[in-house]
């Protein structure tokens, strides 16, 4: 993927892309206690951003002291948190037309290499996309600046941003490509969402096979695949791995990730103080087995190739 421009140090970018509900929020824990590396979740903000928006540190994100330094030194009209909005959730996908065809999914690698092709080569939407990628990019140096890291971790998720950041100046792109069997996923949705178990599952299926897609245009020294299971089970050798892949020495403060200073956006778990890492297994006895079976005849071929199994007792592959 693309590197910074002659002369400027990039900062490394983990990009943790998934399915909702794999974990991403933990993940992001993990890193950010880690000395050389940062993270405040999910860069792209939320959905909803109002005055009761927190930070992981308590504070509303337009009050807490971490965000306001980021919008200082992003320093760009897009981005104010004053206004009760992440500026730079530009990378989601507003519902027009013409901005889903720039940036959406197509669902097809030949029309998204033509689209991806026609974004940086045509001036109205190569104009639109350096701003976004100008934002984005402000963004993650500025909390690499603030914390001190040279690796910054966002948990957004949306795979159709990977292309498009791959663009991205003083940007050095990796993906983690952050799993959840199928079962747990689908059962945390219809209990989160109006979403049936059909449509959970279909979406599931569908976002795996988006980020397939997706990172085969990779180089695959640029991605790795990390399994939420493992992260709770054996959160050392995942941490280790982690570590290794990316290239900075395992510290055992990934496993203490409480007692460091977060300024996370995610799920609600960012503002308890739970400290144990657990794996969560209540879609073992959540789903019925007429559930479970609709599950594996949506995901079963795609969950196989991540090793998961639909048996509860013996759920995941070593």
């Known amino acids: 993927m693309r ?4 002369g400027e140090k990039p900062v490394t970018l983990l990009y943790i892309t998934g399915y909702n509900y794999s974990g991403s929020t933990l993940l992001a824990f993990l890193i950010n206690a880690h000395p050389l590396m940062a993270s405040t979740g999910e860069i792209c903000g939320p959905a909803n951003f109002t005055e009761q928006s927190q930070c992981s540190c308590g504070a509303a994100l337009h009050a807490c002291p971490a965000y306001r330094e ?9 981005f104010e948190l004053d206004r009760f909005k992440f500026g730079h959730r ?13 940036f959406g999914s197509l ?16 001036p109205w939407a190569r104009a639109v996309a350096w701003e976004k990628r100008a934002v984005y990019a402000g963004f993650v140096k500025a909390v690499a600046g603030l914390f001190g890291a040279g690796i910054v971790a966002d948990s ?4 159709m ?8 100046d003083g940007i050095r792109l990796s993906v983690i490509h952050l799993v959840r069997h199928p079962a747990a996923c689908v059962f945390s949705a219809i209990n989160r969402s109006p979403h049936g178990v059909a449509a959970a599952a279909a979406y599931w299926a ?4 988006t980020v397939e897609r997706v990172l085969a245009r990779a180089p695959r020294a640029d991605w790795m695949r990390l399994r939420y ?3 709770c089970v054996e959160p050392e050798a995942a941490c280790r791995a982690l570590c290794e892949w990316i290239g900075v020495p395992f510290d055992p403060a990934m496993l203490r990730f409480r007692q460091a200073d977060h300024h996370i956006y995610g799920n609600p778990m960012r503002l308890t103080d739970v400290a144990e890492i657990r794996l969560d297994t209540r879609w073992h006895a959540g789903l019925s087995e007429e559930q479970l079976r609709l599950v594996e005849s949506i995901t079963g071929s795609l969950a196989q190739r991540c090793g998961y199994r639909f048996d509860p007792t013996r759920p995941v592959c070593p």
Do not use: C, M, Y
């Open 90 to 102: 530009l990378l989601s996908i507003p519902p027009t037309l013409r901005q889903r065809l720039l």
């Open 107 to 122: 669902r097809n690698t030949p029309a998204e290499t033509l689209r991806d092709w026609a974004r940086e080569h045509l």
């Open 161 to 168: 941003n990977i292309p498009f950041l791959t663009g991205a």
């Open 206 to 209: 569908r976002n795996f096979k």
């Open 70 to 78: 980021i919008e200082e030194r992003v320093s760009h009209p897009l």
């Open 229 to 231: 299971e493992d992260v």
């Open 156 to 159: 957004s998720k949306n795979p």
């Open 3 to 6: 590197e910074a421009g002659h």
